[in-house]
């Protein structure tokens, strides 16, 4: 029916989460309102896939879809954005977005366990706080991606992006 194609449109196959275009039409909201935004993105995955072929890398996705799920709230979106990138979109005060940042930073500090054995791999996070309409949504996604690369580069895990007001 339509509405399932709709909705498939909408879910990445893999993890079952949000997919990019559901992530993108949620940021349209959270660019009016107070909350925040965080990219993800696994340190260590290219090795797993490349080391034991996608199905393990599959395998992992799923499993940190599963930990993330697990540290939040049903309020929160968490969508898979491609590859080993995930987003995060927040409602609330600044304070709650870093929480949930740190939360979910903790979820990747023991292995997963696989069908090759465990494997440990961690997560840049990059993050950026609205406040009140904000500029377009493409500016917050790049800011957050800025910061994002920033936490990966310099191995700090988790850097938030300066305050977006009007």
Known sequence: SIGD???HARTDELTGLPNRRRFISELE???RKNGTLLLLDLDGFKAVNDNFGHEIGDQLL???TTRFNRVLADDILLARLGGDEFGVIIYGERNI???V???LRATCTYPFTLSVGDVKVGVSIGSVTTEGPTTTKEALLKRADSAMYEAKRSGAGYIQAPTTSV
């Open 5 to 7: 194609d709709r909705e």
């Open 29 to 31: 909201l959270l660019r």
């Open 62 to 64: 799923k499993q940190i």
């Open 97 to 99: 977005g870093n929480d």
């Open 101 to 103: 940042a740190l939360a």
